[in-house]
C-alpha cells in the first residue's frame, strides 16, 4: 500500500457509495479494531453551527502556551487535507498522514468508511502516535453522529445553533440543538454559546453535565479587539479567573474566544500570561482575514448561512469595516438570499461568482438571490481571479472589498491574493 496521500484521499472518496453516511457503528467497529477505542487522551469536542473553527484554534493555543502537547483536527480544510489534523499547531506532513491511512486500510477489512471517517480515524491515529497530552476536536456535521463522537471528551462546547445542513440535522433549532448535543456525555463539563435552544440545555440536565453558558455564568464583553470575561459562579468554571482587557490581533470573535477559554478553564488552572499570549497567536484563514492587495484591503470570510452572515455583518460594523464591493459565491443548497440580505441593504456594488462541483452554484442563480434580498448592482464573473480584478479596477485605493461564501471562493481568493503558505498568525485588522 505504497500510495502518496493524494491516492489515499482518491481511494478514501471511492470505498463508501455515499460521501455521507451519518452514524457511529463503522467508525467505532474500525477504530476498536486499530486499538484507539475507548479512547484515552483527555479532548475537548466543539459543536455547533457556526464559530466551531475558532474555539477550537483558541484551545489549542490556550493548551500550547500553558506547555501542553497538543493534537486539534479541523473541518473541512481550505487548501489541503493536511490542515484538517494537527501537531503543536502544525499541520502533520504527507508521510506521517499516508501512515495513518495505512493503519486504517489495515484494520478496515470490509468495512465501508465514508471520507470523513477515514479522516477521523487517521486523525486519531496520529494523535496517539505523536503522544500527545490532550486533543481538540472540531465536528464537522451535526455531533450525534458526527465520526469524531466515537471519543468520549471530558469537555463539549456548543458554540452556536443555527439552521444549515437541515437535510440532515432537521428544520428547526431544537431538532438541531439535539444532534449538537449528541457530543454530551454523563458529568461531563459542558460550555455553550448565547441563545441556545431548550434542547441543548434539556439533555445536558438528562446527563448531569456540569453547564457553562454564555450569558449565565459567564458574560463575555463584545469589544472587537479585548477579550473580557466576566463570572457569576455555577458550571464548570472552577479554574477560570475574570479576564480583562486582553487583547487579540486577529479577527476572532471575542466570544468564540471566550468560549475556549472557558472550555481549557474545565479541564486545568490557567495563567494570564499565557492566555495573553495565545489570544495573540489564535488565527484561522478565512475567519474575518484581511489582505492588502494592489493597495485595496480585501477581507475574507466562510461565512455561508444566514446566521454567519449576521454575525460577519455585525463584526464588521463593531470594527468600522465598510466594503464598497462585495465578492460571493455559495453552494446550491445554501440559502443564499439569506445570507445576501445580511449586507443587501448596505452595500450596492456585487459580484456573484459560481462554485464548482456536484453542489457547486452558478453565479446566475447567486446574482438571482442577491437580486431577492435587495442587492441592485450585481455583475457576474466567471472566476474569483476574475472577480478580484474587476473589484480592483472599480474600488479607489484603500478601499474595502469582503470575498465570502464557500470554502471553496474564500480558498480561490487566497490563492489570487498570495496568502497560502504564509504565516499570518500575528493578522491585525
Known sequence: ??????????????????????????????????????????????????????????????????????GAGYSPHLHVFNERIRVDGVPLDDAALCAGFVAVEASRMDTPLTYFEYAALVSLWCWRTACVEVTVVEVGLGGRLDAF???????????????????????????????????FRPGQSVVTGRDMPASVFSRAAELNCQVAASGEQFIVGDNPRWLSIELRGGGCDQHAAAIEGVPFAT?????????????????????????????????????METIDYHGRHFILDIAHNP??????????????????????????????????????QRVQAWIAVSTDGPRGQDA?????????????????????????????????????????????????AREVLGAVGVDRSSTSI
Open 307 to 344: 446566521d454567519g452572515a449576521r454575525f460577519l455583518a455585525h463584526r464588521l460594523q463593531q470594527l468600522e469595516l465598510t466594503p464598497r464591493l462585495l465578492i460571493m459565491g455559495n453552494l446550491m443548497e445554501k440559502d443564499s438570499q439569506g445570507i445576501a440580505a445580511a449586507f443587501a
Open 1 to 70: 500500500m505504497n500510495r502518496s496521500l493524494a491516492e489515499w484521499l482518491t481511494h478514501a472518496e471511492a470505498v463508501h457509495p455515499r460521501s455521507i453516511e451519518m452514524g457511529l457503528e463503522r467508525v467505532a467497529k474500525v477504530g476498536a479494531r486499530m486499538g484507539l477505542l475507548p479512547w484515552t487522551i483527555p479532548s475537548i469536542i466543539v459543536a455547533g453551527t457556526n464559530g466551531k473553527g475558532s474555539v477550537t484554534v483558541g484551545c489549542e493555543q490556550l493548551l500550547l502556551t500553558h506547555g501542553r502537547r497538543v
Open 251 to 287: 479577527g476572532l470573535s471575542p466570544h468564540n474566544l471566550g468560549l475556549a477559554v472557558m472550555a481549557c478553564a474545565a479541564m486545568f488552572e490557567l495563567k494570564i500570561e499565557p492566555v495573553r499570549v495565545a489570544m495573540g497567536r489564535a488565527f484561522l484563514p478565512g475567519r
Open 364 to 412: 446566475g442563480t447567486t446574482a438571482a438571490a442577491i437580486r431577492a434580498a435587495g442587492g441592485a448592482r450585481i455583475d457576474l464573473a466567471g472566476s474569483v481571479e476574475a472577480a478580484i480584478a474587476e473589484a480592483v479596477s472599480r474600488v479607489p485605493a484603500d478601499g474595502a472589498i469582503l470575498v465570502f461564501g464557500s470554502f471553496a471562493v474564500v480558498a480561490a
Open 149 to 183: 463522537n466515537v471519543i468520549d471528551a471530558q469537555v463539549a462546547v456548543v458554540t452556536s445553533i443555527g439552521l444549515d445542513h437541515q437535510e440532515y440535522l432537521g428544520d428547526t433549532r431544537e431538532l438541531i440543538g439535539v444532534e449538537k448535543a449528541g457530543v
